[in-house]
């Protein structure tokens, strides 16, 4: 008996939506591509500044940004929870509830906050050293760790702002202001890039710091894009009434209570999994030695430039679907979610190709040993090969979560990690002798499984519901 619609089965052709869609996509994913491309772009002038200092200072910089990752996603994860209902009450027309939920951001973000900068003033040098090994002919391994920890112990500063950014911007976002944030970016970007310049590498006067400019520029620009968004959040309350009156009290109703924690661990939980995963992979990838370090570093901030359009579509699924969800319209809902879906990967398959062609010369830019650039673009290559998959489950990841199963998308995303993608990266470096290059390949490319556990998912439909029903 052939499947109804509303059971997960679509046709082909339902998948290509009439311009008006694909307009009201692009006027909330272009905003976040921009301000994801600004930030990438000048993070990897950033990167290219540091690298231009030499390997060990770039190593160093690139170990401590991997623990900090960690952290923001953590940050991510527990916003979004939060984010979820927030959505779906903006969607709803209801600013108290959007209101009460930016609240609970703020308080599940300070309680992160602290935690972590503790774990990491105290533990920093440890974690740091647990990248560091030989096995390459390049790098000094002592020095790496110094600037590491000098890096790091000016970044935890730079965590404050960060915390309490994620909760303005993500609720804008959840409400469709997506250019408020882009501004805000683009204006932070742009000190940190001036900084930067004078800061590392003691133009203008200014003492020549390395990696500590580079901290401080960075710490110094969070705190601008923190000022612009709040400022003009509060400011302009006639297009975010939610934000009136956000500070007079922090008392939310334990029913909404219960119900954002019910949805934030197991975010906060897979964030915080999925980023450990990731570092375990890095860290056992390290092991055949500092090049590979310093090659991942210049290979993921490559990466990053390219990857913004799948990034921003993903978003537009959280957002778009989230609303439609809110009101009601739960079929159109997932019908909106296949077409970003099918829209992004297609999208991705010709970012990738440029990225294949284009990506590899990049690493002739940085100022270090030809070892770590030859590793550096065959890494970009690989991922350029698989970033249809990375855009596939990115957009899935997002749409699952828009209907705030969770618990389903921690196991999605967190259980492949930890039992399949981890332990292979372990198996591969620990008992066998293929290069650095292939087991990188073959790590990436076993997110097929994944790819083959969403589609399963998403034709079961069982993410597809409203959270705000009265």
């Known amino acids: 008996m052939k499947k109804s619609k509303d059971q997960g089965t679509i046709k082909l052709r339902e998948l290509i939506a009439e ?231 922090f008392k939310v109703s334990g029913a909404m209570l219960g119900k954002v924690i019910v949805l934030a661990l197991p975010l906060m939980m897979n964030e915080t999994l999925w980023s450990l995963g990731v570092t375990t992979q890095n860290a056992c990838l390290s092991t055949r030695g500092l090049a590979v370090v310093a090659g991942m570093n210049i290979s993921v901030t490559i990466n990053n430039v390219f990857n913004i359009i799948f990034i921003a579509l993903g978003d537009s699924v959280a957002i778009l679907v989230g609303q439609l969800f809110g009101a009601g319209k739960v079929e159109e809902g997932k019908l909106t979610a296949y077409r970003i879906i099918a829209f992004s990967t297609v999208i991705t398959i010709v970012m990738g190709t440029i990225m294949f062609f284009v990506g590899p010369f990049f690493p002739r830019i940085y100022k270090t040993y030809d070892e770590v650039k030859a590793l550096a673009g065959s890494m970009i290559k690989v991922s350029a090969i698989v970033m249809p998959l990375g855009a596939y489950l990115h957009s899935t990841y997002f749409a699952i979560r828009a209907g705030g199963k969770t618990f389903v998308t921690f196991l999605f995303d967190s259980g492949f990690m930890w039992v399949i993608a981890v332990p292979l990266t372990f198996i591969l470096v620990r008992y066998t002798t293929l290069n650095a290059i292939i087991v990188y390949a073959i790590v990436l490319s076993a997110d097929i499984v994944k790819v083959i556990i969403g589609t399963i998912l998403l034709k079961s439909g069982i993410w597809a519901r409203s959270l705000v029903d009265s």
């Open 19 to 249: 311009k008006d869609f694909y307009k009201k996509v692009l006027l909330i994913a272009v905003p976040i591509m921009l301000q994801n491309g600004i930030t990438n772009f000048v993070g990897m002038l950033d990167n290219i500044m540091v690298g231009r200092v030499g390997t060990e200072q770039m190593s160093g910089v690139s170990i401590v940004n991997q623990l900090l990752f960690i952290v923001m996603l953590m940050l991510f994860g527990a916003t979004s929870g939060a984010g979820v209902i927030g959505a779906q009450y903006y969607g709803k027309g209801d600013y108290k509830g959007v209101r009460d939920t930016f609240r609970i951001k703020l308080m599940i973000s300070a309680i992160i906050l602290v935690l972590t900068v503790i774990v990491l003033y105290i533990f920093g040098d440890d974690l740091i050293s647990m990248f560091l090994h030989e096995g390459s002919e390049s790098g000094d391994l002592e020095a790496t760790l110094r600037y590491g920890h000098d890096y790091l112990m000016v970044m935890l500063i730079g965590q404050i702002p960060l915390a309490i950014e994620f909760s303005y911007s993500s609720t804008l976002r959840e409400s469709g202001e997506t250019a408020l944030p882009m501004k805000a970016s683009v204006a932070a970007v742009f000190v940190n890039l001036v900084l930067n310049y004078i800061l590392i590498f003691g133009k203008l006067g200014a003492p020549c710091l390395g990696v500590v400019g580079a901290a401080i520029a960075t710490v110094v620009s969070r705190f601008v894009q923190l000022f612009i968004v709040a400022g003009y959040s509060h400011t302009h309350l006639e297009k975010n009434p939610y934000f009136e009156g956000t500070y007079r009290g």
